[in-house]
């Protein structure tokens, strides 16, 4: 019996051939988490450019304001 599948979302008993359904939803409980953290690393990237971009907005509308 040859073991075929990719590592990251193989579930630890078929490497031990001890296959059933459960191996399937830990495969798909690994895509759905993965899913979701890709997500949210999206968001907060976008979140980040924008607190940039309006840092940068602030520092050249105060550029020639003096602190004092």
Known sequence: TTIAGSLIYMAPE????????KCDLWSLGIMIYMT???????????IAIKIKFVNLLLEEAFAGVSSG
């Not at 078929?14 to 359904?21: A, D, E, K, P, T």
């Not at 979701?36 to 976008?46: D, E, H, P, S």
């Open 36 to 46: 979701t953290l890709k997500n949210a690393r999206m968001i907060l990237m976008r």
């Open 14 to 21: 078929v490497l031990h051939q001890r296959y059933s359904n």
